[in-house]
């Protein structure tokens, strides 16, 4: 009798639970037991898990470290995948492997790359892969300057934190002055650029920004699974488009992320 497969998701984002869904109806008719762990005791994925618990609060990443390799063992765990404290686990797939586990994560060097977005849209650069012009800013006058060259390329200028993920600190600069129509319906992405500027001169440290033009949608992630090799098994888009969700199989998008997993 085959045995089951047992897989660890940490801290994993919500949506997640589709994919943990997908796991137990894999085509191979293999049994699958997920166990997940999060920080929010209301986290759709510990409901959706076979086995949950509560993550300590305020670890460092190494003693994270230490409590997943106990997690590994204690749980049985055959593969780890892992999105908290990524870096510091990655660096340690040795002692994962040795308690009997896989980490189903990239490797530490490309993990590097892409926790900061300046480094990555350099990398991704060099191996001639194409990515819209971006400036990095630390103050006001790098905003404005950046700001004023993409308006006069024709485009809407947004914001992000050079490291980050999910769309936090994410806004679009608007110069219409900020009026009751911002306080109107629900809260939006954009602000007035002289609010922004403001805030900025106030500030007693700098930031750390990426303006980029605000290129119009759909939006497009593509999820790619690489082996040992890099070499790319499987590739499949996610577009979003307003409310719509769906996926693609478009060479259009496909063709370079496969280009960035392999590189």
């Known amino acids: 009798m085959v045995s089951r497969v047992r897989v660890w998701l940490n801290r994993t984002y919500a949506e997640n639970v589709f994919f943990m869904d997908q796991l137990r109806r894999n085509p191979s008719d293999r ?13 759709p994925v510990l409901a959706a898990a076979d086995t949950a618990e509560l993550e300590p609060e305020g670890l460092s990443p190494a003693a994270y470290v230490e409590y997943a390799l106990t997690q590994c ?20 797939r040795a002692e994962f492997e ?19 977005k300046v480094v990555a849209y350099q990398a991704v650069e060099s191996i001639g892969v194409p ?3 971006w400036w990095r800013v630390r103050d006001a006058d790098e905003l404005l300057n950046a700001v004023e060259e993409l308006e006069r390329r024709g485009y809407r200028s947004c914001f992000k934190p050079a490291a980050g993920a999910g769309g936090v600190g994410f806004r679009m600069i608007t110069r219409e002055p900020f009026s009751l129509t911002q306080l109107k319906g629900f809260p939006g992405p954009q602000v007035p650029l002289g609010l922004v500027l403001e805030s900025l001169r106030r500030a007693e440290e700098p930031v750390d920004w990426l303006v980029m033009p605000r290129l119009e949608q ?13 070499q790319v098994r499987l590739a499949i888009g996610r577009t979003k488009h307003g409310r719509r969700r769906g996926f693609t199989l478009h060479e259009q998008w496909l063709e370079p992320a496969r280009r960035i997993a392999e590189g």
């Open 98 to 116: 040795a308690a009997g586990t896989a980490l189903l994560a990239p490797p530490p060097e490309a993990v590097a790359v892409f926790e900061d």
């Open 31 to 43: 049994a699958v037991a997920i166990h997940a762990t999060h920080g929010d005791p209301d986290s």
């Open 73 to 92: 063992e204690r749980r049985g765990i055959d593969v780890f995948v892992p999105r908290l404290h990524q870096a510091a686990i990655v660096a340690h």
């Open 131 to 133: 990515v819209p012009p």
């Open 218 to 230: 759909p939006e497009v992630s593509v999820d790619c699974l690489t082996g040992p090799d890099n």
